[in-house]
């Protein structure tokens, strides 16, 4: 006798059913296809964040981006790779395109060192039109999987809601490192930042803790410790860092520094050095010494080259008159004198078997220039001295003025990244690990945030086009009120937890 099997549905498995029904229709973005006819225009497609004609990694997530058309109630972008591959893409109401993961990783990956032309179709009162096509090239090289970077209130009343995060540059993951409190504590109240990796390595490395629970969290091989890097020849603690990259070891600056605000102009804050010296501090040892100390000389932002062999560091005179500053006329003296300071990057050859350093020598004069450098970076060839410039200081990140330079140490040529580089402000700059990426914060998009922005470093040592961190919902580089500071590339993600962090800090 043959028997069938009956289902029997409850009101609980018929929602349960319609649910997962919903939730799978709805796991990608909506399907849309090339408009059937369209009216070419003369003219260029206006997105944001714009990509177009930029060179991108071939694992970076996809660049979802909106249509600046106000005539426009709808938009399309059909992507066609010059070896095959297609992605149709478009937005509705507000003019947002997402493109869909699987599809954007398949088309850059059959595209990978050619290039993908891209159309978009906006659809008008009188019907659809087209804009004229653009470019993205695909690199062969990979930029590296992950970016850190400090998300902070650009005014620093105070010091809650700060956070280090990690972004996973292939998808739209991101994770906090570890954030501060939520709200003010008087007791608890602590800031964050100079987050710092050894030869693009989540594996060693760490970040000061300032105000309450002070110190500074080193983390090797997955375990976390607070150290207080003080001495009674040293101005404060260490400030700056640069890991060295075979010893276990660490450049810092040390650094006495004042601010003022503006009272009126373009510019709002002005930070600069009171004071700023050279620390070696030996991990394994817990041992720090002076390496530089001049009384007249400000050194400051220590970076080795990828060797170790030299030590790197931007230097100035320090312009003020021998009198002394009473403590209540800082910010005066400041105001006073921060349009004088000029900042050299000069070098020190360090012996690794001896641990030594030998005498400085100049390797960018600025000051006879009357210009200023800021963050020297050797890319890991080892060819390419990569800094930002500006007309004065040392605080990049509030000068107008401020764009990113490099010379070339093999030829001794000097020249701007004008092709990375806008008339906002390009401030705090790391290399990929294979050198073929620059990833720096600039304030291009509104003039006041700071943005986390991708160039190509091509092997003749010009940079290309920049593009804005890609985002899943674009509109977050208008809608997040924080600006991404200290942008920094690693290899691998960082596995030490907020939890394991938070227990070193508060333990005094």
């Not at 028997?3 to 929602?15: E, P």
Request: net charge negative; aromatic share 12%.
């Amino acid at each position: 006798m043959r028997t069938t099997n009956k289902i029997h549905f409850t009101k609980t498995s018929l929602w349960a059913w319609a649910l997962a029904t919903v939730l799978l229709t709805a796991c990608g973005p909506k399907k849309y296809d090339v408009p059937a006819q369209s009216t070419p225009t003369d003219s260029e497609a206006v997105i944001y964040p714009d990509h177009t004609n930029t060179v991108v990694p071939p694992n970076i997530a996809p660049l979802n981006f909106m249509l600046k058309d106000s005539l426009a109630t709808a938009v399309v972008v059909r992507l066609r790779g010059e070896k095959g591959g297609e992605i149709v893409a478009g937005g509705e109401k507000d003019l947002k395109v997402e493109m869909d993961t699987t599809q954007w990783r398949t088309l850059l990956a059959d595209n990978r060192g050619t290039t993908i032309q891209a159309t978009v179709y906006a659809k008008h009162k009188e019907g659809w039109v087209s804009y004229n096509t653009y470019t993205i090239d695909v690199a062969e090289e990979e930029i590296d999987n992950y970016l850190s970077y400090r998300l902070i209130e650009p005014g620093y009343e105070l010091y809650r809601q700060l956070g280090i995060y990690q972004r996973n540059l292939t998808n739209w993951e991101e994770k906090p490192i570890y954030e501060n409190n939520r709200t003010y504590e008087d007791e608890n109240n602590h800031c964050i930042n100079c987050h710092n990796y050894r030869n693009h390595s989540t594996q060693d490395m760490l970040f000061h803790v300032r105000s309450n629970h002070g110190g500074t969290m080193i983390i090797r091989d997955g375990k976390v410790k607070k150290v207080q890097i003080k001495g009674d020849s040293i101005l404060t603690a260490g400030v700056y860092p640069s890991w060295h990259p075979t010893l276990p070891l660490v450049a810092f600056s040390t650094n006495k520094t004042g601010q003022a605000f503006y009272m009126n102009g373009r510019d709002k804050i002005e930070v600069m050095d009171e004071a700023s010296d050279l620390l070696l501090y030996d991990v394994e040892q817990e041992k720090v010494q002076l390496v530089l100390n001049a009384d007249t000389l400000l050194e400051t932002f220590p970076a080795w080259n990828p060797t170790g062999d030299y030590l790197y560091y931007c230097v100035a005179r320090e312009p003020f008159p021998e009198q002394k500053w009473p403590k209540d006329k800082q910010a005066e003296k400041i105001m006073t004198y921060h349009n004088q300071m000029f900042y050299d990057i000069r070098r020190m050859p360090f012996d690794i078997k001896t641990r030594t350093f030998g005498p400085s020598e100049m390797v960018v004069d600025m000051a006879s220039q009357k210009q200023s450098a800021s963050f020297p970076r050797i890319s890991p060839d080892g060819r390419y001295l990569l800094w930002a410039q500006a007309e004065f200081g040392q605080f990049h990140i509030w000068h107008k003025s401020s764009d990113l330079w490099v010379k070339n140490l093999e030829t001794d040529s000097i020249y701007s990244l004008t092709e990375a580089n806008s008339p906002e402000v390009e401030s705090y700059h790391t290399w990929s690990s294979n050198g073929r990426w620059i990833v720096f914060s600039s304030r291009r998009l509104d003039g006041n945030y700071t943005r986390v922005f991708i160039a190509y470093f091509d092997k003749n040592g010009r940079a290309h086009k920049a593009f804005c961190l890609p985002q899943r919902d674009p509109e977050q580089n208008i809608m997040l009120l924080k600006s991404y500071n200290v942008p920094e590339l690693t290899k691998d993600a960082v596995h030490t937890t907020p939890a394991q962090l938070k227990e070193a800090i508060y333990k005094d």
